[in-house]
């Protein structure tokens, strides 16, 4: 099932979406969505992103959407280097394919896309092009190569094909969201995200926060439809993880589990 596709049936069933918090959706039929899906990813931090939007806001009054330089020393260079905890020079794409031809050619070896929670900070300090999907709502069409600078040569300019600039309002509210990501890592555990497990494992194998579908695939679509019925929002996409809804309460899943879905 298509996200386009996903939106138009969760619309069918509660009418527009009128306001997005933590991990909920609210519809005009004032129905509250637990949201799995989470934009791919990039809303898990929440769909304010933490504080990120107040900085983007700022920004915002200040005129700063043109796509010149609007800082000397890259503020999200830091806070990516930060995350993966090795000095990091970044590229920026439209497109997560080109992000990771990109990688793969400099390191086809020893390249990945970053998934918080999955591995070690260790692992990814060693991992010389890291692919990021900003945990920023509102850019779906923007994708991270992080190229550890040991790799590139200080005097030496380096390009790839397809790159993109983007407006300074947005690139401070995504160095803030990286920011908040960094401090909800240590944060966020185990504890957090079993207590679902009586649940969800009957359709999930869970990693961390993430959600891979037991489903067979022919089934899927129809596991999808099941859930927004039982108001939850699961990735309409087979092969992409849902996520588990940090801070939810366990009874979000009662109409779930009163009405499961047979496979």
């Given at each position: 099932?298509?996200?386009?596709?996903?939106?138009?049936?969760l619309?069918k069933?509660y009418g527009t979406?009128?306001r997005a918090?933590?991990c909920?959706?609210?519809?005009?039929?004032?129905?509250?969505?637990t949201?799995?899906?989470?934009?791919?990813?990039?809303a898990?931090?929440g769909?304010?992103?933490?504080s990120?939007f107040?900085?983007?806001?700022?920004m915002?009054?200040?005129?700063?959407?043109?796509?010149f330089?609007?800082?000397d020393?890259?503020?999200?260079?830091?806070?990516?280097?930060a995350?993966?905890?090795?000095?990091?020079?970044?590229?920026y794409f439209?497109?997560?394919?080109?992000a990771?031809?990109?990688a793969?050619?400099?390191?086809?070896s020893n390249?990945?896309?970053?998934?918080?929670?999955t591995f070690?900070?260790s692992?990814?300090?060693k991992?010389?092009?890291?692919?990021l999907?900003?945990p920023?709502p509102?850019?779906?069409?923007?994708?991270?190569?992080?190229?550890?600078?040991?790799?590139?040569?200080?005097?030496?300019?380096?390009?790839?094909?397809n790159?993109?600039?983007?407006?300074?309002?947005?690139?401070?509210?995504?160095?803030?969201?990286?920011?908040?990501?960094?401090?909800?890592?240590?944060?966020?555990?185990?504890?957090?995200?079993?207590?679902?497990?009586?649940?969800?494992t009957?359709?999930w194998?869970?990693?961390?926060?993430?959600l891979?579908?037991?489903?067979?695939?022919e089934?899927?679509?129809s596991?999808v439809?099941?859930?927004?019925?039982?108001g939850?929002?699961?990735?309409?996409?087979y092969?992409?993880?849902?996520?588990v809804?940090?801070?939810?309460?366990?009874?979000?899943?009662?109409?779930?589990?009163?009405?499961?879905?047979?496979?």
């Amino acid at each position: 099932m298509t996200e386009n596709q996903f939106a138009l049936e969760l619309y069918k069933r509660y009418g527009t979406v009128t306001r997005a918090r933590n991990c909920f959706l609210y519809t005009k039929k004032c129905v509250r969505i637990t949201d799995m899906f989470l934009q791919n990813g990039r809303a898990i931090l929440g769909w304010d992103a933490g504080s990120a939007f107040t900085h983007f806001k700022n920004m915002l009054s200040k005129g700063l959407t043109g796509s010149f330089i609007s800082e000397d020393v890259s503020r999200l260079k830091k806070s990516v280097s930060a995350l993966l905890e090795s000095s990091r020079r970044l590229f920026y794409f439209s497109s997560k394919v080109d992000a990771i031809k990109a990688a793969l050619s400099y390191a086809p070896s020893n390249t990945a896309v970053y998934l918080p929670w999955t591995f070690d900070s260790s692992v990814w300090q060693k991992t010389d092009c890291v692919v990021l999907e900003p945990p920023f709502p509102w850019t779906d069409s923007l994708f991270i190569l992080a190229i550890n600078e040991t790799l590139l040569s200080s005097d030496k300019e380096v390009s790839f094909a397809n790159q993109v600039n983007f407006p300074f309002a947005f690139e401070a509210g995504i160095t803030r969201s990286i920011y908040n990501l960094i401090e909800q890592l240590p944060l966020r555990q185990e504890k957090n995200w079993f207590i679902y497990d009586s649940v969800l494992t009957k359709y999930w194998t869970r990693k961390g926060p993430y959600l891979f579908s037991k489903i067979p695939e022919e089934k899927y679509d129809s596991f999808v439809l099941h859930c927004l019925d039982c108001g939850i929002a699961v990735n309409p996409g087979y092969n992409v993880p849902s996520i588990v809804p940090f801070g939810a309460d366990k009874g979000v899943f009662t109409k779930l589990k009163n009405s499961p879905f047979e496979f």
